[in-house]
């Protein structure tokens, strides 16, 4: 919608202050004191972000994820949340969700607000960490001559939705249960040029990187590792909600972690996408766009 | 609502950091390396907090200033914000609002989230500053034999809510452009026992402090300055809106400011809240309950 373009376009005009730079990583990084502190906020909408048939301790537990996976592509330690709660349904089982996110990412509840609302339930969080790492990574300064990684599997989370259906708990987990790599984006955050998590797919972020870094991703599409058989690699490269890191580090860099070098980073050309050697079609959206 | 209530206490019990003692302060602190940040989160749902016909810039104007006022409270300086905006309706009118009341509290726009939705839209807020003075102020240290204290009149934004009708700019401003004392709470930090900014109305909000103070604060009614005629004093006690703050402070403290001596605090006696030496009738909700 243009309507909505002009809009983004008009807050993002209004981000002025250093903090919010790269108002595309969709944190800020502001240095206070002698801290440097990482914030980012996330918003869930009933009928867009989860179901209303979902047990809300999954939402609950998502919407921390989220956050987590913003702090965890800055390399930053998670300190708190802030909650924004809309009462209705079942607040029980989200506080359950939300005792069990906290808990697994040792990070506090600090405040918040709970507001009443009638129709589509909304929730927002803040979540708020200390960077273990500066200069602070972001997803713009990927170099010519670096390689693509990703940490993990891809299509994991697809799969998971998948059984959401058929009922199989192990599997549905990675859709229900997603987990930031916090831990990994702190060893990683030293050694990377570039990095973000993949929440809306593989390629369309990968896209976003090489965008933000002004240069050409040409990634070796057999490479990428997924968790769906072969034949649904395509659906794998798109599919969001995986949380795994995507990242660029000097070809030669000792990485401290098991990473998958699925590209090169070539200078910009007319795409900022290779898919093994070609642009992607201009009819394919890459991801999960919203 | 029963539920409602075993939500909150859930809610809290999860809230355990140091930075969340004071979780009724609708603030948290948090001792970050050097510095002790203010953070509170406010959201704000149409239907219930603001109406559909709303100029949409007013909305915003109050989302940032019921955030500052909570910073106020706390004598805390202006960072930053976070926003969870649901894209729909008058978006620009919004953006302009953000952009004053931005710029009015030297404040940046650090970052946040912009989903799409259905239904009654909801904005969150995260609002970032800085402890001008340690310890930070909290409502729960109000004294015998302090004296209580309110910056100025009650009722404005009552009467300027009853204006929006009639078109009257000069009044509808007070209810349509609060205005948070962020300077004023700068100034009183260093000096008050307790302090809190009334935004549900006096009474019920004299009657929070003073529970939280394990205190009775004995109100003498007559003094407290308000906006409307004289004929219009209960109400004006009772209507928030207003971001004044409340504050108690040794009677003999020198106040750097102007501000209304209102009552008396006293030991603990049956109720919290002593109205010209009566309690309150147990059907005086004291204001506006959400």
Avoid at 129 to 142: D, L, W
Wanted: charged share 25%; with cysteine.
């Amino acid at each position: 919608m243009s309507g909505e373009h002009d809009f983004i376009e008009s807050l993002r005009a209004l981000a002025t202050h250093p903090a919010a730079r790269n108002l595309e990583d969709d944190t800020a990084v502001l240095e206070i004191g002698s801290e440097t502190l990482i914030l980012t906020h996330d918003a869930m909408v009933e009928g867009v972000h989860f179901l209303s048939d979902q047990d809300m301790a999954d939402v609950a537990w998502k919407l921390v994820a989220t956050n987590m996976s913003d702090l965890a592509a800055k390399g930053a330690k998670p300190v708190g949340v802030l909650l924004g709660h809309m009462i209705g349904g079942d607040d029980m089982r989200f506080v359950q969700g939300l005792r069990e996110a906290l808990r697994h990412y040792d990070c506090a509840l600090l405040g918040g607000d709970t507001v009443s609302g009638s129709g589509p339930r909304s929730f927002g969080l803040t979540a708020i960490g200390t960077a273990t790492h500066t200069p602070v990574p972001s997803r713009a300064g990927a170099k010519v001559g670096d390689a693509v990684y990703v940490t993990g599997p891809l299509g994991a989370a697809m799969l998971g939705f998948e059984a959401l259906k058929t009922g199989d708990e192990d599997e549905f987990c990675a859709f229900t249960r997603p987990k930031a790599l916090i831990e990994e984006g702190q060893l990683l955050a030293p050694i990377v040029t570039a990095i973000m998590d993949i929440s809306d797919g593989l390629l369309l972020d990968a896209n976003r990187m090489a965008k933000a870094s002004k240069v050409t991703f040409a990634m070796d599409t057999a490479k990428v590792p997924i968790a769906p058989p072969e034949s649904r690699r395509e659906e794998a490269l798109r599919w969001g909600d995986d949380y795994q890191l995507l990242f660029t580090a000097n070809r030669d860099a000792d990485l401290p972690l098991l990473a998958y070098r699925i590209g090169e980073v070539l200078p910009r050309s007319t795409s900022p996408l290779l898919l093994d050697g070609s642009p992607p079609d201009p009819q394919d959206t890459l991801g999960y766009q919203h």
